[in-house]
């Protein structure tokens, strides 16, 4: 392989690098806004009044709450943000399952 190839492929991993690296950003980017839905989804039902709207957005935020989980399994998290990623999933799922029992009274 020549000195000019073998600057070529250099360059061209670098490059690969860079873009695992942003689409792993990206990843964690959805992640962290698909939580953010679900909590959005668990704030409504928290303060809605009818029971059907309770129920509705119950069933959207685990929803939300089951996708951000699938993309915390496929992503390789480091410990921070595992961490953080469990504790938001945790009191969410603390929240809904509250939520959830109010619904049987």
């Known amino acids: 392989m020549s000195v000019e190839q073998n600057q070529e492929l250099g360059g061209i ?17 959805v992640l962290w806004a698909e939580l953010d ?12 009044t009818d029971r ?5 957005h119950v069933t959207n935020a685990w929803m939300a709450l089951k996708a951000a989980q699938g993309y915390a399994e496929q992503l390789d ?17 603390r929240r ?4 959830q029992y109010s619904l049987l009274d």
Not at 52 to 56: E, G, I, P, S
Not at 96 to 99: N, P, T, Y
């Open 37 to 48: 839905v679900a909590g959005t989804f668990v704030a409504v039902a928290e303060t809605a």
């Open 77 to 93: 998290l480091d410990s921070r943000e595992r961490r953080a990623f469990r504790e938001t999933q945790s009191d969410l799922c």
């Open 13 to 29: 991993r670098t490059l690969c690098g860079a873009r695992r690296a942003e689409a792993r950003e990206f990843a964690v980017t």
């Open 96 to 99: 809904l399952v509250e939520l």
């Open 52 to 56: 059907a709207t309770v129920l509705r």
